[in-house]
């Protein structure tokens, strides 16, 4: 498998503009995660989906962030206005249970995002 | 609520030198799930094992053991004579089975290994 796929790996992008990250999750995994990291919060949750479905969505800083999953295949994260303070790693991950066992998150290369 | 504690921000050792990173974990759950992860600095996150709260067998693979202890809530990870590819920051991270299905990471224990 080749494992969860981000879209871009880096972003540069000025105050203001549109922000939309990538992430085709593995195959057969029905979770699908979208993490932040930075260097003063470390590791947040954003939004997860079970299903295609936006399950907890408490993470997400504010209006400007959106998030969606149009099929099993594909999320994406938009930012809308960008600005400085956005500038993070975006990880995208998916998981799956199997037999009621939760399983390992596996996790994407991540999209490097400045805001300029 | 839960939680997941790494106390130790930074550890550098000399290669060779056994490390243990401390992870403790805070959760209600009578079932949920332990992760450590390995992040390199090239900045992927890389699993390295899961242990579900009925196991607590000890674990070892090659270099690598954890240590799983209920009664003091920790799920600590050795790693025995170090070398320099171990340099990395190092996660734990706790999945509860009430509530809503989220992996918590603690924040870290950056590990440098010197030659």
């Known amino acids: 498998d080749a494992g969860v796929i981000q879209s871009p790996r880096h972003e540069v992008t000025e105050m203001g503009q549109e922000v939309t990250l990538r992430c085709k999750p593995i195959?057969?995994?029905?979770?699908l995660f979208w993490y932040r990291q930075t260097m003063m919060r470390g590791l947040e949750l954003l939004i997860y989906f079970n299903n295609n479905v936006p399950i907890d969505d408490s993470g997400m800083p504010e209006d400007r962030f959106s998030a969606k999953m149009p099929n099993a295949s594909f999320s994406t994260l938009k930012i809308q206005p960008s600005e400085p303070r956005d500038s993070a790693v975006y990880f995208c991950?998916?998981?799956?249970?199997?037999?009621?066992?939760?399983?390992?998150?596996?996790f994407g290369q991540g999209t490097r995002l400045t805001v300029v | 609520a839960q939680k997941v504690t790494q106390a130790q921000t930074e550890i550098s050792v000399v290669e060779k030198e056994d490390v243990t990173l401390d992870c403790v974990y805070e959760t209600r759950d009578t079932t949920y799930y332990l992760f450590w992860y390995k992040q390199p600095p090239s900045g992927e996150l890389v699993f390295l094992i899961r242990r579900n709260s009925f196991d607590e067998q000890n674990e070892i693979s090659g270099r690598y053991s954890w240590n799983f202890q209920k009664s003091t809530s920790s799920f600590n990870f050795t790693i025995t004579a170090s070398q320099v590819v171990d340099s990395a920051v190092y996660f734990c991270?706790?999945?509860?089975?009430?509530?809503?299905?989220?992996?918590?990471f603690g924040t870290g224990t950056r590990l440098k290994v010197l030659a």
């Open positions: 195959s057969g995994h029905d979770y």
């Open positions: 991950a998916s998981s799956r249970k199997i037999q009621g066992t939760r399983t390992e998150a596996f």
């Open positions: 991270a706790l999945s509860g089975t009430s509530g809503t299905y989220k992996y918590i």
